[in-house]
Structures are given as C-alpha cells and as structure tokens.
C-alpha cells in the first residue's frame, strides 16, 4: 500500500510538471485508467497545456513522416522486384506493346473516318520515347515523315521556345521540328497532381501519309485480340 502512495505521490508530482499521462506512465507502472483517475483533479497550466497540445502535433508529424518513409521504402521494393521481372524483351515484344499503345493513346480508323493517318498524343516523356522507338524500329519511320505539335493551357505560362527546347531533349529531335504549338484558352477542369512547373503539355506526334500504316496497326491490335480474348 506505501508503495502504491509513493507512486501516486510520484505520479501526482510529474502531472503538476506538466508531463502527459503517456509520459508519466513510462516512470509509474500502474494502469492507464488508474492513473487518469489520481489524475483527474490536477489542472494544468495555460503553457503547461500549450507544451502538450506541440508535443502531440510533433508527435503526429513524425509518426506521418514515419509512414511515408515506410511507405517509400516499400514501394521502391516492390517496383524493384517486379521491374526485375521483365527482362531479354526484343522487337517482337516492342511490335506488341507498341500496338497495345497506339490502341489506347492513338487516333483510330472508324467507319465514318477511314483514312485516319497514325497520330499520338501524350504528355509523359518515357511513353513519347517508346512510341517514337516502335515508329522507327516497328514501322521503319523516317525522322522527316514525323509531324510534332504542342498543346498546353495557357495558364502554365510556358513560351514556344521553352516548350520547343523541352520536347527536343526528349525526342531527340531538333528543335526545328517543333513549331507549332498551340496555347488553350478554355477553363482547366481537372484533379490531376502533376501540372506543376515540371508539366509541359500534350506532345502530338503525326505521321505523313499514313493511312495504310494505320491499318497495318489496327489488323496487328486485332491480332494480339484473337490469341488472348476468344
């Protein structure tokens, strides 16, 4: 029972300190609901409060960045192992997925519309680089026969030179090559993220008489379609 006083003493004596019950109870080893109990009629002062309410915001904050860095940890872990996955591709391989490509991103043949020529548009520069490398590799494209045109929003306050030297570091193209650029006007309604001062719009790459190779295209998408959906 003396024992128990002198924890109540000492428990008693660090809440008037201004320590937090989690603080206390890491120096007096008695139950939660007991504590809040020796506790209940101790008040705290006004800075003594303002010390606890900081410590439990840092405490917040921490335990956030402690989640994102697990988080992170975790992802690259995973990319990392399935990235290991897929290894000794060929030009087989880039035929298929540069089809699966253009079938989700290109301008398709329509019966209303059949003489569309190859035309695709993207803003990410890693999907840029792959199609540009299926055009040539898959279709035996001439650097000439490629068309770019830029769009971007006018509100990200990008000049035509800025955009031109961008989309040439990414294609590999002299910046001749892209002149035309057009800026819109129109209300931007969109939740996406990554329109910061990284985005450079929407790169339209056509290509010169191109009809056949369009459906060259399409009887290739219809191809892969027949081996896997039936």
């Not at 290894?87 to 019966?111: D, F, R, T, V």
């Not at 770019?148 to 000049?159: A, D, S």
Request: with cysteine; hydrophobic share 35%.
């Amino acid at each position: 029972m003396e024992a128990k006083l002198e924890e109540r003493k000492k428990a008693v004596k660090l809440r008037k300190l201004g320590y937090s019950h989690s603080e206390i109870l890491k120096k007096v080893k008695v139950t939660r609901s007991t504590l809040t109990a020796w506790l209940k009629n101790i008040h705290l002062t006004k800075p003594q409060i303002e010390r606890l309410r900081l410590k439990r915001e840092n405490g917040r904050k921490l335990g956030s960045l402690t989640l994102k860095r697990n988080r992170i940890e975790k992802t690259k872990e995973i990319i990392d192992k399935a990235k290991s996955e897929i290894n000794s591709l060929n030009e087989s391989h880039l035929k298929i997925i540069g089809s699966i490509l253009y079938w989700a991103e290109g301008s398709k043949q329509k019966e209303h519309d059949p003489s569309k020529e190859l035309v695709f548009s993207n803003s990410d520069p890693k999907m840029i680089k792959l199609y540009l490398l299926w055009l040539n590799k898959c279709l035996l494209i001439k650097p000439d026969d490629i068309v770019f045109e830029m769009y971007i929003h006018e509100t990200y306050q990008k000049t035509k030179d800025s955009l031109a030297t961008y989309w040439s570091k990414v294609t590999n193209f002299d910046k001749l090559h892209f002149q035309k650029v057009y800026f819109k006007k129109n209300k931007v309604h969109t939740m996406r993220k990554n329109k910061g001062k990284d985005y450079h719009g929407v790169l339209r790459i056509s290509v010169k008489r191109s009809t056949d190779l369009n459906r060259k295209v399409t009887g290739w998408i219809q191809g892969i379609c027949k081996e896997f959906i039936h």
